[in-house]
């Protein structure tokens, strides 16, 4: 067989660039871990900003996500950001959800609507092209509060405390889970502002780690992540430019 045909018989079965993913949960996910020194964090923080929004009706989840520690031992974690959720009022949501050890993770009531009655997917009038600070903390031991800050007006919004054991939060990163044909138009978000405190004080970041979720597992293989001036971008429906396990400096 010629080399030619070769490449293009196994990349059949090497990529999926049309068609939805085939994952268990139907999503293609891509993430940004985060290289942080092995210090109990208090809190965490990034800044997230959808430069190009989607133009189908499926589910987009941009979110930033810890995971919830009582000393070595891990307890669960949650996971704070937008959506775009085609049945939420302008295809707009927020969600600060988790999981523990027996399942999903109980937390307080939210002051904010939900069409669907879930209580970790609120109504959210979010905004294309506007800058919003995600930031998981605890108020108080056992809860964990997760809030979105519009960086245009400075309003903050607490969505709601999760319930953890959890002292401290751990293996922080940042992701875009979509629910999309591989094939769909680009939705294009942005990154940036990582920051993590210990004991009050910051802690350096240097680093990210790109993970796109494979083939194997379903994924598509046409996401990517790019820099900008201004942080890191996350790009469904492109050609991969980075390849997976790339550690990218930060500045």
């Known amino acids: 067989m010629a080399p030619g045909l070769i490449a293009r018989f196994f990349g059949r079965f090497t990529t999926r660039d049309k068609g939805l993913p085939t994952s ?58 937008l959506q775009w959720h085609p049945s939420y009022p302008g295809s707009r949501a927020v969600n600060w959800g988790g999981y523990g050890d027996g399942g999903e993770l109980d937390g307080s009531a939210s002051s904010l609507p939900s069409t669907l009655g879930n209580a970790n997917t609120r109504d959210f009038a979010w905004e294309t092209g506007v800058p919003y600070r995600f930031s998981i903390a605890a108020p108080e031991p056992g809860r964990w509060r997760g809030t979105v800050t519009n960086l245009g007006t400075g309003e903050p919004t607490v969505v709601r405390d999760l319930y953890s054991p959890g002292t401290h939060l751990g293996a922080p990163m940042v992701w875009t889970e979509a629910f999309c044909r591989c094939d769909d138009p680009p939705a294009v978000a942005r990154w940036s502002g990582f920051r993590a405190t210990a004991k009050g004080t910051e802690v350096p970041i240097e680093s990210v780690r790109l993970n796109y979720q494979s083939f194997a597992d379903g994924g598509c293989t046409n996401t990517t992540v790019r820099r900008d001036p201004s942080g890191f971008l996350q790009v469904t429906g492109t050609e991969r430019e980075i390849p997976s396990g790339r550690v990218v400096p930060i500045g």
């Open 24 to 81: 268990p949960n139907g999503a293609s996910s891509f993430h940004l871990i985060w290289t942080v020194p092995g210090v109990p964090l208090d809190e965490v923080s990034a800044t997230f900003e959808l430069l190009g929004e989607p133009t189908v009706p499926r589910l987009y989840f941009w979110a930033l996500q810890a995971s919830f520690l009582q000393g070595n031992v891990h307890r669960g974690g949650g996971h704070l950001g």
